[in-house]
């Protein structure tokens, strides 16, 4: 039998504000919700930087110790697990304190890192510490995408050649940054040849760190297929298109779908998600401790989705294509890059 293992949650937020999903808090409560129903993870404790939001969500879900600093939870209740809900800013910062503080498992919020120059630093502190870390991109665990996935490894529109998604109201990181995960999962996690991104970037600022208002995400894979995401516009009535050699599918949300190929269409319906999809990453974390292989959630391949997030960004910053494996050493969010060379042009 499994062992119960406790588990941390760093960033518990305030109680989301009705209808303002851009509040980034819910991910707090979210997490503590599916971890209720979870039989091997025991939520212990929460940290924030805001006592007000700590009591409330203790109150709500039970928990009964909450630390207003990381520092004072790793030194006085370590758990085996801790889920990052801070914004992306952060997150380098205390997975390393973590992990140096005996923490063996860890699950991190999307956007992962902040800067490509956290890209090596990461690979080091885990082969110094060997700490597990998995990415929240639970839509690969979504029964509907695993369906399309299915549908196309097995050459079910022939091969792939265009996937694109659009995004309205957000950018390409705090949301398209699951498109971009799963395309790289619809195919196969194929390596990437090279990006084109493009931004209009002013003075917007959210999630801790400037956003785009409107940008743009062009890429190709090593097997042939390319991708454009739209952060900040829907791309007509569908949630997503894949245009294949053969055939197309038209993703219309998270639980439906229409296939269209020579031999008619079909119709996929799935439930959206639910626990099993949320705790799958949890899960896959807690088997990867205990022996098992690192799943597609574990960093060295989500450091990849990583390289594409920021690598679209990089593209704007330099008004050029950027080629894979990128090579920055660019130490802060490239939007803010953006945005201060924007302020400062004449």
Request: net charge negative; with cysteine; proline share 4%.
């Amino acid at each position: 039998m499994n062992k119960i293992s406790r588990a941390s949650l760093i960033g518990v937020g305030k109680p989301a504000r009705v209808g303002d999903e851009k509040d980034g808090c819910k991910i707090g409560y979210i997490h503590a919700e599916m971890l209720a129903q979870s039989p091997r993870i025991q939520l212990v404790s929460g940290v924030d930087l805001q006592q007000e939001n700590l009591t409330i969500w203790q109150e709500k879900f039970g928990i009964e110790r909450g630390f207003l600093s990381l520092e004072q939870m790793l030194a006085e209740d370590l758990p085996d697990v801790v889920g990052i809900a801070t914004y992306v800013g952060s997150h380098y910062p205390i997975i390393e304190k973590v992990a140096r503080a005996g923490v063996r498992g860890i699950l991190c919020e999307k956007p992962f890192l902040n800067s490509p120059a956290e890209w090596a630093k990461l690979r080091s502190l885990i082969a110094e510490t060997g700490v597990k870390i998995v990415v929240n991109h639970m839509r690969r665990h979504q029964p509907l995408f695993q369906e399309i996935r299915r549908r196309l490894l097995a050459g079910g529109i022939g091969q792939p050649e265009l996937m694109s998604a659009g995004v309205a109201g957000w950018d390409l990181s705090e949301w398209g940054a699951h498109w971009l995960d799963l395309f790289r999962f619809f195919n196969d996690d194929a390596t990437l040849s090279w990006a084109f991104g493009q931004t209009r970037t002013r003075a917007l600022h959210s999630f801790g760190h400037c956003m785009e208002d409107h940008a743009c995400g062009y890429f190709a894979f090593s097997n042939g297929c390319r991708g454009l995401v739209d952060g900040g516009q829907a791309l007509g009535s569908a949630t997503m298109v894949i245009q294949g050699s053969e055939g197309v599918i038209r993703v219309h949300n998270e639980g439906k779908a229409e296939i269209f190929t020579a031999r008619g269409s079909e119709l996929l319906e799935t439930d959206s998600y639910g626990p099993a999809v949320w705790l799958a990453p949890w899960h896959g974390l807690l088997d990867w401790m205990e022996g098992g292989g690192e799943p597609d959630l574990g960093a060295t391949n989500q450091l990849l989705t990583s390289e594409l997030n920021l690598g679209l960004y990089l593209s704007a910053l330099h008004g050029d294509r950027v080629d894979f494996p990128i090579r920055s050493e660019l130490a802060e969010w490239p939007v803010d890059t953006i945005a201060r060379k924007n302020t400062s042009a004449p």
